[in-house]
């Protein structure tokens, strides 16, 4: 029997805990010392799979005008909304959680939730996500978009690794077994 796929978060956030400003905007993070330095490229190599949110999908688009920066990989877009996508994306109007559940039982590689708070709030409360990759970066922006909004959920993760690139602390955690 072969093993099931990961659904793997990665992403940044300000110390404070906001993955964006209000409007989407990411300036706070970019040029951040350190930022060519984390674990990205291998992180990415490890995943042939996307899912992100239309949001995520829209602003992606805003900050890659010269061409889809996941060319290559699988990309499933969640929208009830969106009438059309890149060559090569897919858009998603089904059940989110039974989608995933779907693709963790297919074959292939890693599986990573590209942004959106909201689509990691509802794996991790299903018990979907398997790992965490978070990266901190030094700015309190006040105000944006939370990695984590209140609601009634806890899983419980096992600190892996922590490393440090310049101004940027990276935390690797993996959801405890009995959380599976």
Same mark, same amino acid.
Request: net charge negative; hydrophobic share 35%; with cysteine.
């Given at each position: *029997? ?6 793997? @978060? ?7 805990? $906001? ?15 350190? !930022? ?6 291998? @992180? $990415? ?6 899912? *992100? ?5 829209? /602003?992606?688009?805003?900050?890659? &005008?010269?061409?889809?920066? $996941? ?5 499933? +877009? *969640?929208?009830?909304?969106? /009438? ?28 990573? +939730? ?20 978070? /990266?901190?970066?030094?700015?309190? +922006?006040?105000?944006? +978009?939370?990695?984590?909004? &209140? ?8 600190? =892996? !690794?922590?490393?440090?690139?310049? =101004?940027?602390?990276?935390?690797? @955690? ?7």
């Amino acid at each position: *029997m072969s093993e099931k796929r990961k659904l793997l @978060f990665y992403g940044a956030m300000s110390i404070d805990g $906001y993955l964006a400003r209000e409007d989407h905007r990411l300036d706070w993070l970019i040029g951040t010392e350190g !930022e060519e330095e984390t674990s990205y490229d291998t @992180f $990415y190599a490890s995943v042939d799979t996307l899912i *992100m949110g239309r949001n995520t999908y829209e /602003q992606v688009l805003q900050l890659s &005008p010269d061409g889809f920066p $996941y060319e290559g990989k699988t990309c499933y +877009i *969640m929208s009830r909304t969106l /009438q059309d996508s890149l060559e090569g994306t897919h858009i998603i109007r089904e059940d989110v959680l039974s989608f995933v559940k779907k693709l963790k039982n297919e074959t292939g590689r890693n599986i990573w +939730i590209v942004g959106g708070g909201g689509l990691l709030q509802s794996f991790i409360k299903e018990r979907l996500v398997d790992e965490l990759f978070l /990266q901190i970066v030094p700015v309190i +922006i006040g105000r944006g +978009i939370p990695l984590f909004s &209140p609601a009634d959920l806890e899983s419980r993760f096992s600190l =892996q !690794e922590v490393n440090q690139y310049k =101004q940027i602390a990276e935390m690797h @955690f993996i959801l405890k077994e009995e959380d599976h």
